[in-house]
């Protein structure tokens, strides 16, 4: 069955980067778009990026446009968001998707926490 792992997240200071990881099983990975939402306390789960299946073209929200970087490794069954220049409202938890046959797929998401 399709599985996806997310790691990488945690408390990180205003200005600072981290680099999410989702570990991909269970369908073609390299056949397949992949994306990563997020969900912040009180909100509604927001899409933040989108990657082809051969990588060649991705799509980001207004609000991570120039500050975040998707990518893929299709040896590796594995998709990446390097997040630079955090702010205190990327806080959330975040999370890896993909659609296969109709089917909305999901991760178990990890926290991000920009606090100083």
């Known amino acids: 069955q399709v599985q996806l792992v997310e790691s990488g997240g945690g408390l990180v200071q205003p200005g600072g980067s981290l680099r999410l990881s989702c570990a991909a099983s269970?369908?073609?990975?390299?056949?397949?778009?992949m994306r990563w939402y997020r969900q912040a306390p009180g909100k509604e789960r927001e899409f933040v990026a989108i990657?082809?299946?051969?990588?060649?073209?991705?799509n980001y929200a207004d609000s991570a446009k120039g500050r975040f970087t998707i990518s893929r490794d299709n040896a590796k069954n594995t998709v990446y968001l390097q997040m630079n220049s955090l702010k205190p409202e990327d806080t959330a938890v975040y999370y890896c998707?993909?659609?296969?046959?109709?089917?909305?797929?999901w991760g178990q998401g990890t926290q991000v926490t920009v606090s100083s």
């Open positions: 998707n993909t659609r296969t046959w109709g089917v909305d797929y």
């Open positions: 269970g369908f073609t990975f390299s056949s397949y778009a």
């Open positions: 990657i082809t299946s051969t990588g060649v073209t991705t």
